[in-house]
């Protein structure tokens, strides 16, 4: 297993995993439909979509918890 003190990063690369793999799916789906080539549009959505959500999520992620942690109690 991991150390704890990786969670942060863990948690940022799952959820910026997660995210862009089903905003993908479907955004991809939308805007083209089901054929026999949505599998490969995906991939190359995708290929773009993953390393955007994960810098975003890596440059948004602290500044936003720590405001999350002071409008909360």
């Not at 959820?15 to 089901?34: A, C, H, Y």
């Not at 991939?43 to 390393?51: D, E, I, N, Y």
């Amino acid at each position: 297993m991991f150390s704890k003190k990786y969670s942060n990063i863990l948690f940022i690369l799952i959820m910026g995993f997660g995210m862009s793999l089903l905003m993908t799916l479907i955004i991809t789906f939308i805007n083209t439909g089901m054929d026999d080539l949505y599998i490969n549009r995906f991939f190359k959505a995708w290929t773009a979509s993953l390393p955007i959500a994960i810098i975003t999520a890596l440059i948004l992620g602290p500044p936003i918890k720590k405001f999350v942690d002071k409008i909360t109690k």
